[in-house]
């Protein structure tokens, strides 16, 4: 039971570490990831604890010990004992006992060490005591023997320890999946938000420069975008959307287009917020220009980003071509040796 109270003050510790803020790291910044790793570890840690309780392991029998005599047959336990205090050993109790065992392993082992001697006299006792015992239903373990005490001590069972450990191994996992995951998500969504990037700023730019204010620029593109059907959502559309919300909503247009590139967390978004909330405090002089302008560079940085991934597709592809090379080398070359060493 000390290992199981040991892994639950450590996590019920690193739980109240995270919740002060005493324990930052990245890898724990993740709610659901940390959920996950106490749920699994606490629920783990509780069930090998009982079936540490349930095993009776480790149970010391100071004033002797019965055991019961099956009728199927005989059987086999093992216990710890010690003289006095003393450990002696461990001695496997046959119960009943088998006749001629004590014959047998004289017969075969001719020196004995001073344990298995001390051993093999507690067995012969044993079945002494047992003999005058002459009992059909329980096999005894004495608590003395030649005028010493004997402690019998079932030997530990480690079957709960090994869950909780498994369970405290499996919780970091899921952990350090979980945090990967919404990396993995986070990447995703900001490579969307850079590749639909180009193409909202000129659907922008064309609707401002067909006389639209901003804001109907906003609410037109977000009409627009709920009337069609994605299979995923567009995160930057969604943002979009948010942002006409709030400003239904009765949120200031600056603070809603400042909050819309915050959201978003690209450089290119924030841009394009403080250019939207630059036309709202100087007015709208130079915004189309402005906009026209950063949509050239984003279409710029578009086609740079194609080339980029075209490059690391190209990179992937190398290893297959390598293997269908090596098949195609194969079709070739074994024909050719076997008509020449056939």
């Not at 298995?116 to 047992?130: G, H, I, M, V």
């Not at 402690?151 to 480690?158: E, F």
């Not at 919300?245 to 917020?273: L, P």
Request: net charge negative; hydrophobic share 40%.
């Amino acid at each position: 039971m000390e290992v199981h109270m040991i892994l639950l003050v450590l996590t019920l510790g690193a739980a109240a570490a995270w919740k002060t803020g005493l324990l930052h790291m990245e890898i724990l910044d993740n709610k659901k990831g940390r959920r996950l790793f106490l749920g699994v570890a606490l629920a783990g840690n509780f069930l090998g604890a009982l079936a540490t309780l349930g095993s009776g392991s480790g149970t010391v029998y100071s004033n002797g010990h019965r055991l019961v005599k099956s009728q199927d047959g005989d059987y086999e336990e093992k216990f710890l004992v010690s003289v006095d205090g003393e450990k002696a050993g461990s001695i496997y109790v046959e119960v009943p006992e088998k006749e001629g065992r004590e014959e047998n392993e004289t017969e075969a082992s001719e020196e004995l060490s001073e344990e298995e001697t001390e051993s093999r006299k507690l067995r012969e006792a044993l079945a002494l005591y047992n003999e005058e015992k002459d009992d059909p239903d329980y096999y005894y373990l004495p608590a003395e023997w030649e005028g010493k005490h004997l402690d019998w001590k079932s030997p530990g069972d480690y079957s709960g320890t090994l869950l909780a450990s498994l369970s405290m191994f499996a919780a970091l996992v899921l952990l350090v999946k979980q945090v990967q995951e919404e990396q993995e998500a986070r990447k995703k969504r900001a490579e969307q938000l850079l590749m639909d990037y180009p193409g909202l700023i000129m659907k922008f730019t064309l609707l401002v420069q067909a006389g639209m204010t901003v804001r109907k620029a906003f609410q037109k593109i977000a009409l627009d975008y709920r009337r069609k059907s994605y299979k995923q959502n567009r995160y930057a559309y969604e943002e979009i959307l948010a942002a006409c919300r709030e400003m239904d909503g009765g949120v200031s247009e600056a603070e809603a287009y400042r909050r819309f590139g915050e959201r978003c967390g690209q450089i290119k978004y924030k841009t394009f917020s403080v250019l939207l909330i630059q036309n709202l405090q100087k007015g709208s002089r130079r915004m189309a220009e402005l906009l026209e302008k950063e949509s050239m560079e984003a279409w710029d940085e578009r086609k740079r980003k194609a080339r980029v991934l075209g490059e690391a597709a190209a990179t992937k592809l190398l290893f297959p071509m390598m293997m269908m090379l090596a098949v195609v080398m194969a079709i070739i070359m074994v024909p050719a040796f076997l008509s020449i060493y056939g």
